[in-house]
Every structure is written in C-alpha cells, then in structure tokens.
C-alpha cells in the first residue's frame, strides 16, 4: 500500500484539525433529541445508496441546514466536521450533510450519551461494512472518534461486537483523511479509561509495524502528525498497554524509526522553517522523551550518539522563538539522556554554544518546573568538568564572555526559583534535593570561573599585558547573583 502523498505541506483536505479541549466555547443547546434520532435513522445504509425517497426531498434539506445553524453546548473533546460533499450523487450529499451534523454534535457529551442510546453504533458499523465511499468512511470515523471522548459511549463502543476490529483494519486505507481520523481514534481510546481494550487490538506486529512504516513514510503533514501522536499516546498509556506494547515496537525498530523521523524534521528546520512542521517536530521529541524514562528500554535510544547530537544541535538553534516548547523538550532528553549515559556529558562539556543554548531556554521554561530542573541538571553535570585554573586565559575568556552574556536570563531564572521553592507546594515536589544540588553547583563553578577570570585580569593588568575585556560591572553583577542564590 502506498500511502497517498498530497502535498509536502497536505493539510486536511476536508476539514480542520482537532481543536484542543479549550478551544471549545459554551453555547447553550437547541437541538431537538428526536432531531437527532432523525439523522440517525438518515444515516442507515440503505438510505445512504439511493437517490430516490425522502432524502431527496427539499424540506428535510431545508430542515438540515437550518438545525446545522442552531447553537449547540461543546462539553468536551472532539472534532468538528467539514462538509464538502464535491461531486456525489444527491443522496450520498443528503447522507454527508446528516453525517457531519452528528459529528458536530458527538462533540458535546449530552448528544454522544444520546446517540449511542439509539444505535449510532450499529448504523456506523453497518456502513463501515457496507460502504465503500472514502468520504462515508471518513464521517463514519470521526463521528465514532468524536464519541470516544466521553466516557460512557467508548464504553459502547468498545462493548459493540466487532467494531474495535473494523476500526483497526482501516488503517490499511488508501485515503488519508480515513487514516487521519482512524489514527485520531485510536489515540482517543488509548487516552480513554477503555485503553487496555484497544491496546489489545493493536498489539500484532502486522499492525504495528504499519503504524510505523506510515509514520515513517508518509509526506501527508496531517497524517503524519496523527500517527507520531498514536505512537505517543502509546508511550505515554497505562503500564499495562506499555507492557502490551512497546516490546513488540522496539522489535520492530521503534528507537530507529524515532530518531528517523527526528534527523529529518531537524534539516527541514535548518532549511527550511515550515511553520506546520513544527508541532511535528514537538510530538516525536515528546515521543522519544516518554521512551527515554521508560525502565528496560531507555538505555537503547539514551545511548544513541545520533540522537544525542540531535538534540545538542536544537538546543543550540538560533531562531527559538518559534520552536521554543521543542527546545523545552531537548533540554529535558538531554538530562535524560546524562542520566543514562555520564559519557554524554564528557563530549559536550567544551562546547559553549550549547552552554549558550541552555541558558536560552530558561526563558522559554518559565512555566515548566521540571524543564528548569533538567536545565540545571544538564549545567552542573558540564560545569564540573570544566578545569578552569587549567586552562589558558583565552580559554577562560571564552566562558566568562558566554556567563556574563546570559546575566539578565541567569537572574531571571534564580529569582523566578526563588519565588517558587518558596511555596509549600514546591518545598514538597523536591523533598529530595536534588535539584537544589544541581542549581547550588552550577553556582559554584561559575563563582569559581568567574573567580579565575577576575584573578587572571588583574594579573594581566599589573604586568601591563594585553588581555580580552569584560564589563567589569557585569562580572561583577554576576557574581554577586550567583553568591546570593547559592548555598
């Protein structure tokens, strides 16, 4: 099968992406429940390949267009629909328009409840069966995906006979708008309290390794973020659906497909900044960031060197701004990765551009606790391997000059810890102190550097040497920052 291609930058062809839970507005309902039963019942297959009948009428259309323009509550998580009914037969337009109707309102948890109470479920599955129409197909998967979202009707759905079944075959589609809403689905269910369910659905390496060979493979940006979102939802899953699993994944080359996709979102950045690559480029960092803390399979992807520089190579991106939350997630692997493999650490310990890099992020983690704390893990685990009074004086320039450039970043950071450790909340989340270790010894060492620097230039200066030049004042202010907040 040959994953259809669209464009490089495909994005859905029928309607938008997912709206995150707090993009749903409150808007009161009007929708009649016998309205809804209505569309239901339009929706039989029967009714769905055949021109003639009441479909066709004009009044039930005028009926439909005047309910799809009533205020409808959005209560919880789905997806809106898009009609776009192109060129198809009068009935199957009638049977799309009732079809996307009901995936608007499967949306909102009072409607869902109602739907599966009057055979949503068994009129879905007839036409999954029956139908061979993308578009039909599409609806039919998004209106179940919508319904996922609720706890009661995924319920339905996965106690209704063979449909959990139907739902996986279709990721052997052609369409990318059925894989995109097949991938949103199952996501849904491996997030649901039902996770188990339909991890026990997906665990035969046949299917799995299509998950991957799509991820991997396809050019759809759509279809692409969906599938890496799958395989995250699976990282992230209950223990038992990790256990159910991710061994047969990491047989199947999961850690290789990762960093795959990874080396490639890293040079269309470097060259290209597309804008709608970049939330794929955060959910395959997310993805690798789950396995690296994962017991038993962390040290395969930890010790890779590719993806080790990889993610150095992020940290040290230039134009943050736009990728701020992926450079969040780097810092984070990288400590994973220190965690696992000390060696790490070793390589970069000499490398001021990603020293630079690290402070930089600090400013984009403002809100993200264990992201400054991975920060400043990573900072002491190199700041101690650094030799100042060792080295030459240039040498020890070249660090002043990147400390001294970050002061405003540094300060920031310290006094925004400050008023954080502060509270009871926090005093209880770093009872083990390592964090506070790990910050205290960074401090030390650029205390001590800074120390070095100070002694070297005023030696330079009473032997009337020429030397580089530091803003004293800044030196000075650094140091006295850093003497504040250490312990």
Known sequence: MAVPADEDHGGPTHHPSAPSHDEFFDLSTTVDPSYIISLIRKLLPSASNSNKGSLTQNNEKEELTKSSSKNMDVDDCGEFSHQDSGSVSIGEEVWEECGCVLWDLAASKTHAELMVENFILEVLVANLIACQSPRVTEISIGIIGNLACHEVPVKHIVSTEGLIEIIVDKLFLDDPQCLCETFRLLTVGLQSGESITWAEALQSEHILSHILWIAENTLNLQLMEKSIGLILAMLESQQKVVDALLPPMMKLGLTNTLISLLSFEMSKLMSERISERYSILDLILRAIEAL?????????????????????????????????????????????MLSDVDNHASEISQDLGLLAGLLDIFSFASNDLEARNAIWNVMARIMVRIRETEMSPSSVYSYVSVLVSKIDVIEDELLNQQIVYSSHEQASLSSSGSTADARNTSLRRIISILNQWSAAAKESAENNVNAEVVDETDVKRLLDCCHRFSK
């Open 292 to 336: 690296s803390v994962i017991d038993d399979h962390s040290q395969e992807i930890c010790s890779s060197k590719e993806l080790f520089q990889l993610v150095c190579d992020l940290v040290m991106f230039p134009d943050k701004v736009e990728v701020g939350n992926c450079c969040v997630t780097a810092a984070i692997l990288i400590a994973n």
